[in-house]
């Protein structure tokens, strides 16, 4: 089974400053992930995922996130927080073969201008 | 064009009501789901469809019954409403044999039981 660990269900960050979402996986497999993005009484968007290839992945908005297997990580960072990221992000798992994603808790990030 | 759909957005109804959440996508995709967001904002699979066979069955109430007239919608009908099934109800869709195949979410579905 596949599960994601979301750590801190709450980030704030200064307007311009980085923004470092973290998220650890455990699966038995080589997993897929990914980071979607919901704001406020809005459905779930893609940011990015990786399935295979380069490590660091580029996503929207400015977001990349990178794969790294030594550590089971794929932390999500953004160089400088604009107010419009403000956002509950949530970091998935899946794998080859499998028709669902398992979820991290999420983490609402809050900008502070 | 939105790509997955779903009505209504909203929902407030009584205790004991049955109540249904209609999904639509027009992605052309072969799998789809319905996902249930607790009020901590915990996302968990209910069920999930290929090619209009149900595939996965989560520990979910038999007072859901998803329904699948056509690849391109699930229904999902609720009997017997209770109050813990407040929640917000995502359909979404993929499509199958592709690697890391993205899950497409609709908007939601805001049901309040009250």
């Known amino acids: 089974a596949q599960s994601v660990t979301q750590l801190g269900s709450h980030v704030s960050v200064s307007e311009g400053a980085l923004v470092l979402l973290r998220c650890n996986y455990s699966?038995?497999?080589?997993?897929?992930l990914f980071w979607y993005v919901q704001y406020p009484n809005q459905g779930l968007q893609l940011l990015l995922k990786?399935?295979?290839?380069?490590?660091l992945v580029k996503g929207i908005n400015g977001f990349e996130a990178e794969f790294k297997k030594s550590e089971t990580s794929f932390h999500l960072t953004k160089p400088s927080a604009h107010m419009s990221d403000a956002a509950e992000y949530f970091c998935?798992?899946?794998?080859?073969?499998?028709?669902?994603?398992?979820f991290g808790t999420g983490t609402r990030l809050t900008v502070i201008p | 064009d939105t790509a997955v759909s779903q009505t209504p957005k909203y929902l407030v109804t009584q205790m004991g009501n049955d109540k249904s959440i209609k999904c639509e996508q027009n992605?052309?995709?072969?799998?789809m789901y319905w996902y249930k967001q607790d009020s901590k904002k915990f996302l968990k699979i209910m069920f999930s469809?290929?090619?209009?066979?149900?595939?996965i069955n989560e520990t979910v109430p038999n007072r859901f019954s998803p329904k699948s007239p056509d690849k391109a919608h699930l229904n999902l009908h609720i009997n017997s409403l209770e109050l813990g099934d407040s929640a917000v109800y995502f359909c979404?869709?993929?499509?199958?044999?592709?690697?890391?195949?993205?899950?497409?979410f609709g908007e939601g579905s805001w049901l309040t039981v009250v």
């Open positions: 979404a869709s993929s499509q199958s044999g592709a690697s890391g195949n993205t899950i497409y």
């Open positions: 699966s038995s497999v080589p997993p897929y």
């Open positions: 990786y399935t295979t290839g380069a490590t």
């Open positions: 998935a798992v899946s794998v080859a073969g499998a028709n669902n994603l398992f």
């Open positions: 992605l052309g995709h072969d799998t």
């Open positions: 469809y290929n090619n209009k066979e149900l595939i």
